[in-house]
């Protein structure tokens, strides 16, 4: 399609959830100059790359797709990854977003031009240009494995959750699993059938609640595709059933103790040793990470083939991994299921606005943003899942919407207002941040006992929202240029000679 084309009026980097929307939404208001670029081979983001065996979304199907796309045939009440991904693609098709996408075109560099007032960026397909970039690249894109010692001279096979080597057969191996985060969680229980041995390393053990998943009926099918109302009535309900959880996450942390009482039970009846049931009892309150639904996770651990170390990893060696302990458990296959590189954004580095300055010494390690979108110094660029917009209790997908909202509104304005440079004000941004931080002080994200990747090094919370989700639904759904410097405004006058009028970027 766009091999020929270098210049947009839009780039929108990354096809997942959140720039797959945006760019649905962009079709829907017949604005058509705009690429999307995606550096996997498919739409579907972190839903594309996450293969592992037993990769599900722990929040119900109702409640995981885009509002203008309800799916009445989820086959079970939380969506497994291949639906999810195949959902995407089926959606990609359906709005005819494909001439627009550009895949396994990684974006290297990212630069403002002061001259020009475009971003630059290189990419693995050569250099593009656009007058506006939507960054949707994703939190939990980038998988983080730990600088352990000894770990090139492990003679086995190594990997990442998130990048799963499917050519790599479990049967028979004696495999250590890295982590207990919602990732090693779905998997083990699928990996402990067929290994031989399984030890998992658990630094920290995670809350885990009785999950209700379940196969939809055949009833159900037949009434939400014949009754989409149906279906939306039930996604409303589960939404404001979860939207509940914020009174106690967000305002009382101790209300987080009566379903703390209940992931007690759970593991009380599933782990009948009390020394297994010691080591895999959090210490801090549930919350403060992800609350973790699984039915699999505890019955798993107590199979005789598993190994439950409670210990991080001090040390690999050429035979297997060493844990605190100072004990050596010999394996064959490595998994680490570690997580991503959050708070470090991993794209900041690449990405130079105004005077060539560097996201990343901007936010040195601790991104921040106004309503998670804009950023001062980086004009004409506008984030989806920025900073301090992520959930622990609901859908993301609600919060991309909301993003989608914001930035169709703003991209209206800058249409209506022929501004060719919108840059957040400074003070807006730390107005903003500052109150953000202030509700995050008494939250059990912050005061619950423990360490997550929504912290980030310095133990400042730059990955949460902290309050009611349709707040932040009310706050992005318009555009408040106030907060914003709009530059080459037509009819003002400001417009510098000799740049270029700004295209529209309707029609
Ligand atoms: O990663 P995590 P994840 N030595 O960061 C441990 C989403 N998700 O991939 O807790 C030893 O949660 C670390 O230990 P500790 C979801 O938002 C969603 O599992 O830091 N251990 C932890 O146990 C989720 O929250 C679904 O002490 C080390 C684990 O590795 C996010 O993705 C499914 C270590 C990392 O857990 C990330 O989940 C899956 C070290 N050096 C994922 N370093 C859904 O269902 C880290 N750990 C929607």
């Known amino acids: 399609m766009t091999a020929e084309r270098r210049d947009f009026r839009v780039a929108i980097l990354g096809a997942g959830f959140g720039g797959l929307g945006m760019a649905i939404r962009l079709k829907q208001k017949g604005i058509e100059d705009f690429v999307v670029l995606e550096r996997d081979a498919e739409v579907g983001g972190t839903w594309w790359a996450n293969t592992y065996p037993g990769c599900q979304c722990d929040i119900p199907s109702h409640l995981y797709s885009y509002s203008f796309a309800l799916n009445p045939e989820w086959?079970?009440?939380?969506?497994?990854?291949?639906?999810?991904?195949?959902?995407?693609?089926?959606?990609?098709?359906?709005y005819g977003v494909r001439p627009h996408l550009q895949l396994g075109c990684a974006v290297q560099e990212a630069e403002w031009d002061e001259g020009e007032r475009k971003w630059r960026l290189q990419t693995s397909d050569g250099t593009y240009t656009a007058d506006i970039v939507i960054a949707?690249?994703?939190?939990?894109?980038?998988?983080?494995?730990?600088?352990?010692?000894?770990?090139?001279?492990?003679?086995?096979?190594?990997?990442?959750?998130?990048?799963?080597?499917?050519?790599?057969?479990?049967?028979?191996?004696?495999?250590?699993?890295?982590?207990?985060?919602?990732?090693?969680?779905?998997?083990?229980?699928?990996?402990?059938?067929?290994?031989?041995?399984v030890t998992v390393f658990q630094r920290t053990p995670p809350w885990v609640v009785p999950h209700r998943d379940r196969p939809l009926t055949r009833f159900e099918h037949a009434l939400y595709k014949?009754?989409?109302?149906?279906?939306?009535?039930?996604?409303?309900?589960?939404?404001?059933?979860?939207?509940?959880?914020?009174?106690?996450?967000?305002?009382?942390?101790?209300?987080?103790?009566?379903?703390?009482?209940?992931?007690?039970?759970?593991?009380?009846k599933q782990v009948p040793d009390p020394e297994l049931r010691a080591k895999l009892t959090p210490d801090y309150v549930l919350g403060c990470k992800r609350i973790l639904p699984s039915n699999a996770w505890y019955p798993a651990i107590t199979q005789p083939?598993?190994?439950?170390?409670?210990?991080?990893?001090?040390?690999?060696?050429?035979?297997?991994?060493v844990g605190a302990d100072g004990v050596?458990?010999?394996?064959?296959?490595?998994?680490?299921?570690?997580?991503?590189?959050?708070?470090?954004?991993?794209?900041?580095?690449?990405?130079?606005?105004?005077?060539?300055?560097?996201?990343?010494?901007?936010?040195?390690?601790?991104?921040?943003?106004?309503?998670?979108?804009?950023?001062?110094?980086?004009?004409?660029?506008?984030?989806?899942?920025?900073?301090?917009?992520?959930?622990?209790?609901?859908?993301?997908?609600?919060?991309?919407?909301?993003?989608?909202?914001?930035?169709l509104d703003a991209l209206e304005t800058i249409d209506r207002t022929g501004a060719s440079e919108v840059e957040v004000r400074r003070d807006a941004y730390e107005a903003y941040n500052t109150h953000l931080q202030s509700r995050l002080d008494g939250t059990v994200w912050n005061t619950g006992g423990c360490s997550s990747w929504y912290l980030d090094a310095n133990g400042r919370n730059a990955t949460i929202w902290?309050?009611?989700?349709?707040?932040?639904?009310?706050?992005?759904?318009?555009?408040?240029?106030?907060?914003?410097?709009?530059?080459?405004?037509s009819g003002r006058g400001t417009r510098p000679q000799g740049r270029r009028e700004a295209a529209p970027i309707s029609g």
Request: glycine fraction near 8%; charge should be neutral; proline fraction near 8%.
């Open 466 to 489: 902290p309050d009611f989700t349709f707040r932040f639904w009310r706050q992005t759904l318009q555009f408040d240029a106030p907060a914003y410097e709009l530059s080459g405004v």
């Open 75 to 94: 086959t079970r009440t939380y969506p497994l990854q291949p639906e999810i991904r195949d959902y995407l693609r089926e959606c990609a098709d359906r």
């Open 305 to 321: 083939n598993v190994e439950l170390v409670p210990s991080g990893v001090t040390e690999i060696r050429p035979e297997g991994v």
């Open 328 to 407: 050596l458990h010999e394996v064959d296959t490595l998994i680490f299921a570690t997580g991503f590189h959050v708070t470090d954004v991993p794209f900041a580095q690449f990405i130079r606005g105004r005077d060539g300055a560097r996201l990343d010494d901007l936010w040195q390690g601790s991104p921040a943003a106004y309503r998670g979108a804009s950023v001062p110094g980086f004009p004409n660029m506008f984030w989806i899942v920025g900073p301090n917009t992520g959930l622990g209790h609901n859908s993301m997908v609600f919060m991309i919407e909301a993003q989608i909202n914001y930035l």
């Open 226 to 268: 014949r009754l989409p109302a149906a279906q939306r009535m039930v996604r409303a309900a589960v939404y404001f059933g979860r939207e509940l959880l914020v009174t106690g996450l967000a305002y009382r942390p101790k209300l987080m103790k009566g379903l703390q009482r209940a992931a007690e039970a759970h593991l009380a």
């Open 136 to 197: 949707a690249p994703g939190a939990l894109s980038e998988p983080r494995i730990p600088n352990l010692p000894g770990l090139e001279d492990f003679r086995g096979t190594v990997f990442h959750t998130a990048r799963w080597n499917h050519d790599h057969d479990l049967t028979g191996r004696r495999v250590a699993v890295v982590g207990t985060g919602a990732s090693a969680i779905q998997t083990v229980p699928r990996i402990q059938p067929i290994a031989e041995h």
